[in-house]
């Protein structure tokens, strides 16, 4: 990082293209040929400042080709938003295979230890528009195209490894519900509102997801610290045409984090993009995002033997009873070059498949089959997206798909066909490296019924809760209290509660109690009595975190007269961690140390929230405080640092402030001003919140 400038001159902007010219206009200087301006139709452009009027003031004329043809493509640059997972961030990268499944699929891309695999991810909430923010309380899609090459492979899953319904036909039931109002047109990116919870509570294989979106994965610090999951069971292959169950799993390097839900919503306010603009600028500063895939891999008798069905995308499988299998991991190095070109044009679908890799029954899974291409006919206008750079395989493709609209290719011969005798040299089936489905035993009456094996809707949204750490369950109960508080209903939240009495007595109990609603919960009948698990740690993200701050952000905020050696230390400190170490100041221009050196901030204080940091220091001169105090910015930035459990880090001038805003330090509230002061405090950040600091009633 760059901070210090010796010489605080006025930056010199980047040398002009244009100047200005007689009335005021802008003109070109003298521009190369390569670097000219053209129509679409590469007639060069004289004059892009100016539409062709009738005299200086007169009307604009009809005959402007430039003008129309310039603002007939704007006018159309917008196409449909994906109907859910509007909102996403995507980058590029790569998939290295650990090289160890051969016993179990024979997909090329898996089958050599270090063979790279170009991909492309895409990150997105579910319910809100493209343009709505990116911390609203809601799964995280997490998509991943893999370029292999035998054939694209899309891994189309969510951050959460179960979903809301078990057939694909209540799925737009399900979106309508969940997305705005009909008549109304809010809440935008919201679950908490009527329509939704009625649906859900009329719906009791929905419990389940709705304890995980109601847990801290619904609102992920990053993108780059969510897992991800495949949800569906699917099938590996390998060479000798034998089958096995497989669920996808995606664990981030640098650990799974979420934020405090006050925090995602002061974020929404302070910064809508702070998940595309994390990913962005970590890729941008090399701090290359990077997961692990494993697989739980289990045959059919294995299945047989579980009390749930592998076919019901509401269940998961604990990692007690299958362990995960590590195959291979990704890292995101590049971001895209134009957002809509690729984010926005990238068309996933989970039948985009490669040999060695199949489907299961899963009828959520089977529905999916048929959705994904039919809703690139509309947002994408027609067949040919295959076409688009982003979409288009990087390995041999050869059909007698032919013409349709935005055909970008020109197939030449006389041959449209198979099979042919008049050209030996077109393409042909191949038996032996072509995709084949698995031959399966299927039969049965024809007949619209939900399998008995799908019926248990409570046991594992039970386990869930059950493996949560207090603070994890403290957040669940928090998410109904604020979601149902929302619900205008009385008996859809009467029937909420039905539900959750039928999860666990404690949360109900809890939930109730939160909502002041005792003894109104519904008593709902289970279709099968929940059955009790055993609390399965690797469900909760307190319990598997690691001590870190690889990837995390530390907010310093410096005042004139700052001691340099403070920023010395602790930069030094925070690149040893991999953090990010951003300066605030009380104004965005230059600060002065007590040393006379100059410091450049990053923010000016009224624009960083502590919300946007993972911890924070305050280190300023004695002589600044005294202004410092009536400083409200800076006094919510500590007050909200330490309500919401986060390490601070503080040199002795900072006291007046805790003390203004009656701040006690804790464990927590650390004084770098020692020889080890900076390291102390980065190895206490590093074990995360002080949790203890909330149960004392900070926030
Ligand atoms: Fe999707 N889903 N989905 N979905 N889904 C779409 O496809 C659909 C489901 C998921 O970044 C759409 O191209 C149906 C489960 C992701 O571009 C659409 C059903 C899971 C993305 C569609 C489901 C997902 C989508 C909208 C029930 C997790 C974003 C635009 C049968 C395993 C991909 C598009 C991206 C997108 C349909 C359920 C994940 C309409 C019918 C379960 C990550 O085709």
């Known amino acids: 990082m760059k901070k210090k400038t010796p010489n605080p001159e006025p930056q010199v902007g980047a040398e002009s293209e244009f100047h200005a010219g007689k009335a005021g206009e802008l003109h070109r200087t003298t521009t190369r040929r390569e670097q000219t301006l053209t129509t679409n139709q590469g007639t060069a452009i004289a004059d892009n400042q100016n539409s062709l009027k009738a005299g200086t003031r007169g009307p604009t004329l009809l005959e402007d080709f430039v003008l129309r043809e310039k603002i007939t493509h704007f006018d159309h640059e917008r196409i449909p938003e994906r109907i859910v997972h509007a909102r996403g961030s995507g980058a590029h990268g790569y998939f290295e295979a650990y090289g160890n499944v051969s016993d179990l699929t024979c997909a090329a891309f898996l089958q050599e230890a270090g063979a790279r695999t170009p991909v492309?991810?895409?990150?997105?909430?579910?319910?809100?528009?493209?343009?709505?923010?990116?911390?609203?309380?809601?799964?995280?899609?997490?998509?991943?195209?893999?370029?292999?090459?035998?054939?694209?492979?899309?891994?189309?899953?969510?951050n959460i490894p179960v979903f809301f319904i078990q057939d694909a036909i209540k799925f737009p039931d399900l979106i309508h519900a969940a997305k705005m109002e009909p008549d109304r047109g809010y809440p935008q990116a919201a679950t908490a509102h009527d329509t939704f919870w009625d649906f859900v509570s009329l719906m009791p294989e929905s419990m389940h997801m709705i304890l995980w979106a109601m847990s801290d994965r619904a609102i992920p610090r990053s993108l780059r610290m969510m897992e991800g999951f495949g949800v569906h069971t699917f099938r590996f292959i390998n060479a000798q045409g034998d089958p096995v169950f497989v669920k996808f799993h995606w664990r981030p390097k640098n650990g799974s984090q979420s934020v405090l839900w006050d925090e995602a919503v002061k974020i929404s306010g302070a910064d809508p993009d702070f998940h595309r603009r994390d990913l962005y600028e970590a890729i941008t500063r090399g701090d290359f995002p990077e997961w692990e895939l494993s697989v739980q891999a289990f045959d059919q008798k294995?299945?047989?033997?579980?009390?749930?069905?592998?076919?019901?995308?509401?269940?998961?499988?604990p990692e007690e009873m299958v362990p995960l299998r590590a195959i291979g991991r990704m890292v995101l190095d590049r971001n895209p070059d134009n957002f809509f070109a690729?984010?926005?044009?990238?068309?996933?679908?989970?039948?985009?498949?490669?040999?060695?890799?199949?489907?299961?029954?899963?009828?959520?899974?089977?529905?999916?089959?048929f959705s994904y291409t039919d809703t690139q006919l509309s947002r994408l206008g027609g067949p040919n997206f295959h076409q688009l750079p982003i979409n288009r395989p990087q390995c041999p493709m050869r059909n007698f798909q032919r013409d349709a609209i935005m055909q970008m290719e020109v197939p030449t011969g006389r041959v449209n066909y198979e099979p042919n005798s008049l050209n030996p040299d077109t393409p042909k089936?191949?038996?032996?490296?072509?995709?084949?489905?698995?031959?399966?035993?299927?039969?049965?009456?024809?007949?619209?019924?939900?399998?008995?094996?799908?019926?248990?809707?409570?046991?594992?949204?039970?386990?869930?809760?059950?493996?949560?750490?207090?603070?994890?369950?403290?957040?669940?109960?928090?998410?109904?209290?604020?979601?149902?508080?929302?619900?205008?209903?009385?008996?859809?939240?009467?029937?909420?509660?039905?539900?959750?009495?039928?999860?666990?007595?404690?949360?109900?109990?809890?939930?109730?109690?939160?909502?002041?609603?005792?003894?109104?919960?519904?008593?709902?009948?289970?279709?099968?009595?929940?059955?009790?698990?055993?609390?399965?740690?690797?469900?909760?993200?307190?319990?598997?975190?690691?001590?870190?701050?690889?990837?995390r952000k530390i907010g310093l905020f410096i005042s004139e007269g700052v001691d340099l050696a403070v920023f010395d230390q602790l930069q030094v400190a925070a690149d040893e961690a991999g953090a990010v170490l951003e300066l605030i100041a009380p104004r965005i221009g230059a600060v002065k140390s007590s040393s006379g050196v100059v410091l450049?901030?990053?923010?000016?204080?009224?624009?960083?929230?502590?919300?946007?940091?993972?911890?924070?220091?305050?280190?300023?001169?004695?002589?600044?405080?005294?202004?410092?105090?009536?400083?409200?910015?800076?006094?919510?930035?500590?007050?909200?640092?330490?309500?919401?459990?986060?390490?601070?880090?503080?040199?002795?001038?900072?006291?007046?402030?805790?003390?203004?805003?009656?701040?006690?330090?804790?464990t927590g509230v650390i004084n770098i001003d020692t020889a080890d002061g900076a390291m102390a405090y980065i190895d206490r950040a590093k074990q995360g919140r002080l949790w203890s600091r909330k149960k004392a009633g900070a926030s």
């Open 120 to 158: 492309f991810a895409r990150f997105s909430t579910v319910a809100g528009g493209a343009g709505s923010v990116d911390l609203p309380r809601d799964v995280r899609g997490f998509a991943v195209k893999f370029y292999t090459t035998e054939g694209n492979f899309d891994l189309v899953g969510n």
């Open 302 to 317: 294995t299945a047989d033997g579980f009390p749930f069905d592998v076919l019901d995308p509401t269940k998961l499988i």
């Open 342 to 369: 690729e984010t926005e044009q990238v068309a996933f679908h989970p039948g985009h498949i490669v040999r060695g890799i199949d489907f299961s029954d899963d009828p959520l899974l089977q529905g999916r089959l």
């Open 429 to 551: 089936e191949n038996p032996e490296s072509g995709f084949v489905t698995t031959p399966t035993l299927t039969s049965g009456e024809k007949i619209r019924v939900r399998s008995e094996t799908f019926n248990d809707h409570y046991s594992q949204a039970r386990l869930f809760f059950r493996s949560a750490t207090p603070v994890e369950a403290d957040h669940i109960v928090e998410a109904f209290a604020f979601e149902l508080g929302k619900v205008a209903t009385h008996e859809v939240r009467c029937r909420v509660l039905g539900h959750l009495r039928n999860v666990d007595q404690t949360l109900f109990s809890r939930v109730e109690q939160a909502l002041g609603m005792e003894g109104q919960g519904y008593t709902i009948p289970p279709a099968r009595e929940a059955i009790d698990m055993s609390p399965s740690p690797p469900l909760s993200l307190l319990s598997k975190a690691r001590p870190t701050l690889a990837g």
């Open 600 to 666: 450049m901030p990053d923010h000016a204080i009224a624009a960083a929230p502590s919300v946007l940091f993972d911890t924070i220091v305050i280190a300023t001169a004695v002589e600044a405080v005294k202004t410092l105090r009536q400083n409200p910015a800076l006094l919510a930035f500590i007050r909200d640092a330490h309500a919401h459990c986060k390490i601070i880090g503080f040199t002795r001038g900072a006291t007046a402030l805790f003390d203004a805003i009656g701040i006690e330090q804790d």
